[in-house]
């Protein structure tokens, strides 16, 4: 039961341009969205999230838009550094919880 | 920086067995969690603590799980009977707020159930 999609395994951009992952979810009750980080032999790290209140978060080089009736949000990096080489994953959940359901996670690689 | 550490980081095991992973949160934070990433899966939340007390827990987490924090310092989950499909990344956390954004993720314990 995958309740939160993020169809592209893998992106590779080129450093300076626009970064942008992306992520479906199925339960309309998801209030609340987060983005997290991960690097190799690292636990993953908070980027930036966004409540269903609200349909853009913006901080520094990250902004995260969403799509209550689409039921999407993506993460756009602008512009992209090979330090943001790792794998993003998508978390939601209902009721402002911690109960977070995580995405399968796109690795995205920036190319000097 | 203040960050979550986690014992052993890495654990072979033999199935039936009881394992403890631990887990040391940043001393200033009352929240705390445990998630599982099965190798090439998802990252799954398993389970909240708050206040001495489970706050919320996920369908994986079932009998077999268990979480304690025996002192002032430190957070641990049990594993009673190791399954082959416990064989896992195991991730501890922890936050000084409920919200997601605020929770600091432990390095891992990589779990082999042989």
């Known amino acids: 039961d995958q309740q939160v999609k993020q169809n592209s395994p893998s992106l590779s951009v080129q450093e300076g341009r626009i970064s942008i992952l992306n992520c479906d979810y199925t339960?309309?009750?998801?209030?609340?969205f987060l983005w997290y980080k991960k690097y190799p032999a690292e636990g993953p790290t908070f980027l930036i999230s966004?409540?269903?209140?609200?349909d853009k978060n913006e901080d520094g080089r990250f902004t995260v838009f969403l799509n209550k009736s689409a039921k999407h949000l993506s993460l756009h990096i602008v512009p992209s550094q090979p330090g943001d080489s790792a794998v993003y994953f998508c978390?939601?959940?209902?009721?402002?919880?911690?109960?977070?359901?995580f995405g399968p996670g796109t690795r995205l690689s920036v190319l000097p | 920086e203040p960050e979550v550490t986690q014992t052993p980081s890495h654990q072979v095991t033999q199935m039936g067995q009881e394992v403890i992973l631990r887990c040391v949160p940043i001393?200033?934070?009352?929240?705390f969690y445990w998630y599982r990433q099965i190798l090439g899966q998802k990252v799954e939340f398993l389970v909240s603590?708050?206040?001495?007390?489970?706050?919320?827990k996920s369908e994986i987490f079932d009998d077999q799980f268990s979480v304690e924090r025996p002192d002032g310092s430190n957070f641990t989950l049990k594993i009673r009977s190791t399954k082959l499909e416990d064989s896992a990344m195991y991730f501890c956390?922890?936050?000084?707020?409920?919200?997601?954004?605020?929770?600091?993720f432990g390095p891992g314990t990589r779990l082999l159930v042989l």
């Open positions: 956390a922890s936050s000084d707020g409920q919200g997601g954004e605020t929770q600091y």
């Open positions: 339960n309309s009750m998801f209030d609340y």
């Open positions: 966004i409540s269903s209140i609200k």
């Open positions: 978390a939601a959940s209902v009721n402002y919880g911690q109960n977070f359901v």
């Open positions: 001393s200033n934070h009352l929240y």
């Open positions: 603590f708050y206040n001495n007390e489970i706050s919320e």
